[in-house]
Structures are given as C-alpha cells and as structure tokens.
C-alpha cells in the first residue's frame, strides 16, 4: 500500500502563495492519479484537485479552479499543489490520496491510507 508524506503548509495572508509537496512510496506511483484533498474544522473532507498518471490530465474543485495548480513529477514520485490568490476560506488540513486508477473520475476510488496531513492557515 501506498505511504504518503505531505508537507509545505504554513500561514500565509490574503493573497498569498504556497506549495504543497506530498511524496509517495510503496506503491508504483507513476501508474495512478493522484488527488489533493482537505478538510476544514468542523467539515466533511472535500476534494480539491486531481491528476492523471502521466500529468496529462488535471480537475478542480470550483471553488479553487483559476487559483490553484496540481502537477506531478514521477521521478521524483512527488505531487504538488501551487497555491495562488489565497483566501481565508481555504484554510484547512490538505491531504494527498492515490487513486486506484490511471485517471480521475466522480467514482475513482482511493487507493492509500490518509496521511498526517499539512495544516495551512489563511488570514485576513
């Protein structure tokens, strides 16, 4: 089963940028998508974005499309999340997850255990 290790969260203001790494092992990581997830106190965790195998291939949550962007280096077996024009609303612990499959769907399952998560904090 896949290990995941996401880091790189922080405070930041309004407006701000971050970028999240989250580095896999135990699974080969070039063959699935891969997502970005968080989940804010006292919420559901939601998702927020995903990819494709090879990269080809990316999908947003509406509430971050335009702000946010997902890519992978499968030599590295490293996703990222840049993390632009940020808002207090986004302030949450974000997660990575490994998809079952090559391709992102609405009903792709996940294929790892949840991590420990970054914690990252937007203010006003």
């Known amino acids: 089963q896949v290990q995941l290790v996401e880091s790189g969260g922080g405070l930041v203001q309004a407006g701000g940028s971050l970028r999240l790494s989250c580095a896999a092992s135990?699974?080969?990581?070039?063959?699935?998508?891969m997502g970005w997830f968080r989940q804010a106190p006292g919420k559901e965790r939601e998702f927020v974005a995903a990819?494709?195998?090879?990269?080809?291939?990316?999908y947003y949550a509406d509430s971050v499309k335009g702000r946010f962007t997902i890519s992978r280096d499968n030599a590295k077996n490293t996703v990222y999340l840049q993390m632009n024009s940020l808002k207090p609303e986004d302030t949450a612990v974000y997660y990575c997850?490994?998809?079952?499959?090559?391709?992102?769907?609405?009903?792709?399952?996940?294929?790892?255990?949840w991590g420990q998560g970054t914690q990252v904090t937007v203010s006003s």
């Open positions: 135990g699974r080969t990581f070039s063959n699935y998508a």
């Open positions: 997850n490994q998809y079952s499959d090559p391709f992102y769907s609405d009903y792709a399952s996940l294929g790892g255990s």
């Open positions: 990819i494709s195998w090879n990269g080809g291939s990316t």
